[in-house]
């Protein structure tokens, strides 16, 4: 039985998510000053949204399942050719590019996250052996290593080796390892005792440095809020602790939590079709998260309800299809 507070941090980083999508929409580069700074205050703390829910993902660890596999791959797809046709009907017209990215969209890398995280999913059995045959001492030195090349060099170096702002399958590697090293080892001295003030400082850090940035010095800013960042990093690490150290259940919690990689894809789409429907941008910004987390939840909660069988399904004769040309294969050599 999941501790439905982690469960409720899921909820709350596509949140989080969702927040920095609806405000990119319309507000990215807001002329006035109070919505610039307001722009950069919820930014400054939601771009860690991505990286709480590996660090979740990490902490449980991955059960590599064919089937599962299958059933995230099935699900992409159908809400890519879905929402494809929805944006047609409404607005006729589509780039070629498009219509490719939407028939292959893991392969294109059309949905980020959902590319790099079917990428460590499929990694998963190989990583969590090697991760459970490691001493502390050892997995502490790598992971320090790991972070060092991939977190710590892109923030305070301006050295980026993967050249994607953390979007990308390493980063995630490196995110999951994090949270399974909590999960083996238990979070650090430091983090337990000094969670909220690493919490504040770190969301200070990016918050004004991203300020000074909007006055026109972009070196003192670049890499502090982006997803490789150490400073978001510390952010989703800190809330994590702070929310696994809170222990209650909820199964209406639980059971919303686990419609969260179907409304990502759902929003990933309507997020463009938000009209900007008023000029506050502190309504425009709380409606539309609100809006669209809930229309999002509510297209997922109907497919599941509606379709989750023949998904199901799918992804059962699918595993027994690739079952049958492994064993061909097998027989072949």
Not at 83 to 106: A, E, K, Q, S
Not at 145 to 159: D, Q, R, S, W
Not at 221 to 241: E, K
Not at 274 to 293: C, E
Request: proline fraction near 2%.
């Amino acid at each position: 039985m999941r501790n439905s507070s982690i469960e409720l941090l899921r909820i709350i980083s596509m949140l989080m998510i969702i927040s920095m999508h609806v405000l990119g929409a319309h507000f990215m580069e807001p002329t006035k000053l109070a919505d610039r700074e307001f722009v950069l205050f919820i930014n400054s703390f939601c771009n860690a949204g991505v990286t709480i829910f590996v660090l979740i993902s990490g902490f449980y660890g991955i059960r590599f399942k064919m089937d599962r596999l299958m059933y995230m791959a099935n699900q992409t797809w159908f809400y890519s050719l879905l929402l494809f046709g929805v944006g047609f009907l409404l607005y006729h017209r589509f780039l070629r590019v498009d219509l490719i990215r939407t028939i292959f969209p893991i392969v294109t890398n059309k949905y980020w996250f959902i590319t790099s995280y079917i990428i460590l999913f499929v990694a998963s059995p190989h990583l969590n052996t090697c991760l459970d045959n490691m001493t502390q001492k050892t997995y502490a030195a790598f992971l320090a290593f790991m972070l060092f090349i991939f977190v710590v060099a892109p923030t305070l170096l301006k050295f980026e080796i993967t050249c994607d702002g953390g979007k990308g399958p390493i980063n995630m590697i490196v995110v999951y390892m994090t949270g399974y090293y909590f999960k083996r080892f238990d979070f650090p001295a430091l983090i337990k005792k000094y969670a909220i003030v690493i919490l504040i400082l770190s969301f200070l850090v990016v918050f004004i440095a991203s300020s000074w940035q909007s006055f026109g010095n972009p070196w003192m800013s670049r890499g502090l809020f982006r997803d490789n960042s150490l400073f978001i990093l510390l952010i989703a690490v800190s809330l994590f602790y702070l929310f696994s150290k809170m222990s209650f259940y909820s199964a209406m919690v639980n059971e919303v939590a686990k419609l969260t990689l179907g409304v990502y894809l759902v929003q990933e789409t309507l997020k463009l079709w938000i009209p900007k429907f008023t000029d506050n941008i502190f309504l425009y910004w709380a409606g539309s998260l609100f809006g669209l987390y809930l229309i999002s939840l509510l297209v997922e909660f109907l497919k599941v309800r509606l379709l989750d069988g023949w998904f199901r399904r799918l992804s059962s004769w699918e595993c027994m299809m690739i079952g049958k040309v492994l064993k061909l294969e097998d027989d072949v050599k």
